[in-house]
């Protein structure tokens, strides 16, 4: 069973920076694809980012576009999250996730190609 732990959440004002990780157990994590949602209160989770799993090509949400960055360290077995420029509408639980097919290059928003999920951590970006 492959398991994802993210960490690096927390409470930090607008304008405000977070890094987030997400460490996975797939011994075979640098041919999978990596993604990011979120999911705030009463909403639907909703894709942030992707990265394929050479890292070579990425994909981002257009409301996090040029503020966030999705980046991998394949050697760690972890994918970040480099948050700038944290805005309330932010605010969510972020969940990372991985898609086992991912050495075919592609990267995906949608959640349904992705196979493993974490447990999540809280974001909280206070205005």
């Known amino acids: 069973q492959v398991q994802l732990v993210e960490s690096g959440g927390g409470l930090v004002q607008a304008g405000g920076s977070l890094r987030l990780s997400c460490i996975t157990s797939a011994r075979a994590f640098s041919s999978y694809a990596m993604g990011w949602f979120r999911q705030a209160p009463g909403e639907e989770r909703e894709f942030v980012a992707a990265?394929?799993?050479?890292?070579?090509?990425?994909s981002y949400a257009s409301s996090v576009e040029g503020r966030f960055t999705i980046s991998r360290d394949n050697a760690k077995n972890t994918v970040y999250l480099q948050m700038n420029s944290l805005k309330p509408e932010d605010t969510a639980v972020y969940y990372c996730?991985?898609?086992?097919?991912?050495?075919?290059?592609?990267?995906?928003?949608?959640?349904?190609?992705?196979?493993?999920w974490g447990q999540g951590t809280q974001v909280t970006v206070s205005s």
């Open positions: 996730a991985a898609d086992r097919r991912g050495y075919s290059g592609t990267v995906s928003s949608a959640p349904g190609p992705y196979d493993y």
């Open positions: 990265i394929s799993w050479t890292g070579g090509r990425t």
